[in-house]
């Protein structure tokens, strides 16, 4: 069965960073297109970056230039590098898996999902 698991959450402060880990099992991730979404309470899930199975990456606007998606293959783990949080970043963040060349931040087109991880960011 394919699952994913995010590691990396915790309570930072206001400007601080955290790096999120995807890694998979029951697959590789070598032909997915992998997204991060996060949801925080009351609100709807929404992408918030995604890469690619050659690399190309996407971003929600409000966290370009702050956040940076890659992916190891050798690790076959896909990491979210969040810089310059702030206390609106706060939400669980889910990494999610699509069998597919494109690179999308629309949920419904993921169909493996991870369990997610807390990011709480104080002010």
């Known amino acids: 069965q394919e699952r994913l698991a995010e590691s990396g959450g915790g309570l930072v402060p206001a400007g601080g960073s955290l790096r999120l880990s995807c890694a998979p099992s029951g697959f590789v991730m070598g032909l997915y297109a992998i997204g991060w979404f996060r949801q925080a309470p009351g609100k709807e899930r929404e992408g918030v970056s995604c890469i690619s199975h050659t690399g190309t990456s996407n971003y929600l606007e409000s966290v370009k230039g702050r956040f940076t998606i890659s992916r190891d293959k050798a690790k076959n783990t896909v990491y979210l590098q969040m810089n310059t949080l702030q206390p609106e970043d706060t939400a669980a963040y889910y990494c999610?898996?699509?069998?597919?060349?494109?690179?999308?931040?629309?949920?419904?087109?993921?169909?493996?999902w991870g369990q997610g991880t807390q990011v709480t960011v104080s002010s």
């Open positions: 999610a898996a699509y069998y597919g060349a494109n690179c999308q931040l629309r949920k419904s087109a993921y169909n493996v």
